[in-house]
């Protein structure tokens, strides 16, 4: 885990100690568990090509800025990583109130898709 990143985690109250770098792949491995929904964060991911995902989940893109590619100094880049963090943080709380179990796979990408505006 790149080490600002948790730093804040730490700071916000996170068990930074559990934390560790995963690769998609990881998810896409025999025997791992059956994803609903699959949303990539990063700027570039946008334009990669993503596996092929079992039970065919609900995909949205909710890209922010890297912090990691913040080139000032250590406050500018530390600001940098909070901003991603309060954008995605808002995100997930509009997430978690939606009524998901009333929204089939399309309705559910599509409002996925739509959270992923906020804050861009």
Do not use: N
């Amino acid at each position: 885990v790149q080490p600002m990143a948790a730093e804040l985690a730490r700071l916000l109250g996170y068990p930074a100690e559990r934390m560790r770098s995963k690769s998609w792949d990881e998810f896409a491995q025999p025997g791992a568990p059956g994803m609903d929904m699959v949303i990539t964060v990063c700027d570039s991911a946008a334009g990669e090509a993503c596996p092929v995902w079992l039970g065919h989940p609900a995909l949205a893109h909710w890209g922010v800025p890297d912090p990691v590619a913040d080139e000032g100094d250590d406050d500018r880049r530390r600001h940098a990583f909070m901003d991603a963090f309060a954008t995605l943080r808002r995100r997930v709380e509009l997430l978690l109130a939606l009524p998901l179990e009333k929204l089939d796979r399309l309705a559910a990408q599509a409002k996925l898709r739509e959270i992923g505006q906020v804050g861009a």
